[in-house]
């Protein structure tokens, strides 16, 4: 059975870090791209950031350009999300997906991931 496991959310003050993890398990995911979501109250799920299968190409909205950096771990099952800077507007439900985008957009949409996690809550005060 496919698990997407977030972990490493929290509270934070304004201008602080938090580094979110994310482990996939039930099949290989060395070939799949991992991408970063996330949902605040009354708003809808929007794309933060991605990476591919290799590691070698990321991907940001530009409201986290230059704050938050995707990586992954060697097994290519762990995918972490570095945030810096973070701002009260970052507050939100952050979710990990995996999947196997077809083109340079679709590593920004929810369309091009498979698997997701249940998410985690984080939450920046000003």
């Known amino acids: 059975q496919v698990q997407i496991q977030e972990s490493g959310g929290g509270f934070v003050q304004a201008g602080g870090s938090l580094r979110l993890s994310c482990a996939a398990s039930?099949?290989?995911?060395?070939?799949?791209?991992m991408g970063w979501f996330r949902q605040a109250p009354g708003k809808e799920r929007e794309f933060v950031g991605s990476?591919?299968?290799?590691?070698?190409?990321?991907y940001y909205s530009d409201s986290v350009k230059g704050r938050f950096t995707a990586s992954r771990g060697d097994a290519r099952n762990t995918a972490y999300l570095q945030m810096n800077s973070l701002k009260p507007e970052d507050t939100a439900v952050y979710y990990c997906?995996?999947?196997?985008?077809?083109?340079?957009?679709?590593?920004?949409?929810?369309?091009?991931?498979?698997?997701w996690g249940h998410g985690t809550q984080v939450t920046v005060s000003s």
């Open positions: 997906a995996a999947g196997r985008p077809w083109s340079d957009s679709d590593y920004t949409r929810s369309s091009g991931y498979n698997y």
């Open positions: 990476i591919t299968w290799n590691g070698e190409n990321t």
């Open positions: 039930g099949r290989s995911f060395s070939a799949y791209a």
